[in-house]
């Protein structure tokens, strides 16, 4: 059982992280690089708890006491006595790397899961960047991760399977959350189903063939999704949605998971989505 947990990046799914896990009942560290991105993450999260309120999920004294359980750090050495880390920073393999190299020299016990959120880098590549490649795990959430049941559990060759276990039950037990296994591939099992969908919506949108409108309206009163592909890359965000499809073909080499040239220039120009207010759709 996971009492103390440590959350390194606090953007859309660092911040949903500590969110559920505080409401949980879960002590909380959120560890971010500066005091203006740790105090958009509390509005963030504030905001959201209080969404749970207005819909009666929770009453005003849980949602206290769950922000009560988050503590806000610049300092990653605050999650030193973390039972389980989960990084959630942006998906730049870069980033991460360095970052698993510095949690693995600042977390004390041997025994602590070393877990991330990414949506794509194999989890063997996070490992290697540390002496405990055996306690590194993959525990990736859904966007928006209060709504969506979903984890997928990822275990590298050299994962141990008590650490597997664990990861296993601190989403299912403790979160409530629904767990599938993938093994250690680029995208997973979601977004190797997930990207080339939305990538093969852009290339048709792209094409001139249909409108935003017409492409997301077929997919949600046709098939039932509860957004269409282009909004969905809205909420993803398109510099997430971008990066997971290099990842995708950086390993398999397939045409289908190629970033057609329009999202590249939509990243280019700052037009990532619901968080920068416009991408395929303006939001206010
Ligand atoms: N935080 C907390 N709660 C939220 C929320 C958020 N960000 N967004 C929505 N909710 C809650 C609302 O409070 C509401 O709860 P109640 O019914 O209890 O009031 C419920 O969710 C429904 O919300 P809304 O009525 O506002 O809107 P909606 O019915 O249109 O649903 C949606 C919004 C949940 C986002 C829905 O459109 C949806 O499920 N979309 C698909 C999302 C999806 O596919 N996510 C996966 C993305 S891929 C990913 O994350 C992986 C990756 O690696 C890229």
């Known amino acids: 059982m996971i009492t103390r947990l440590g959350v390194v990046g606090a953007g859309l799914m660092g911040s949903g992280i500590a969110e559920v896990s505080s409401r949980k009942g879960l002590s909380v560290v959120v560890v971010e690089a500066s005091q203006a991105a740790l105090e958009r993450a509390r509005n963030r999260i504030t905001k959201s708890i209080d ?62 899961i070393l877990a991330s959120n990414t949506s794509s880098i194999p989890i063997m590549k996070l490992g290697m960047a540390t002496k405990r490649p055996e306690s590194v795990v993959g525990i990736h959430f ?51 189903l997930l990207i080339p969908y939305i990538l093969s919506a852009i290339r048709m949108f792209e094409s001139g063939f249909a409108t935003a409108e017409d492409i997301d309206t077929g997919m ?24 997971v499809a290099e990842s995708l073909y950086s390993e398999f080499k397939e045409p289908l998971y190629a970033p057609p040239p329009l999202l590249s220039r939509m990243c280019e120009a700052g037009l990532l989505g619901r968080k920068t207010s416009r991408g395929f759709y303006q939001y206010d």
Not at 76 to 85: F, G, Q, Y
Not at 168 to 186: C, E, M, P, W, Y
Not at 220 to 241: F, K
């Open 142 to 192: 859904f966007n928006p991760v209060p709504v969506m049941p979903l984890v997928e559990l990822v275990t590298s060759l050299l994962t141990d399977p008590n650490t597997a276990g664990a990861a296993n039950r601190f989403a299912t037990d403790q979160l409530g959350k629904h767990v599938i296994l993938s093994k250690d591939r680029a995208g997973f099992i979601v977004n190797a």
């Open 220 to 243: 949600v009163d046709g098939c039932a999704h509860p957004m269409g592909p282009l909004a969905l890359a809205d909420l993803i965000g398109l510099d997430t949605t971008m990066a």
């Open 51 to 112: 969404r749970g309120v207005r819909s009666g999920k929770l009453t005003a004294a849980e949602r206290d006491a769950a922000l009560a359980r988050i503590a806000f750090e610049t300092d990653l050495s605050a999650i030193a006595d973390s039972e389980l880390v989960v990084e959630a920073v942006i998906e730049e393999e870069s980033t991460k790397l360095e970052l698993f190299r510095r949690i693995d020299e600042v977390v004390t016990d041997p025994n602590a």
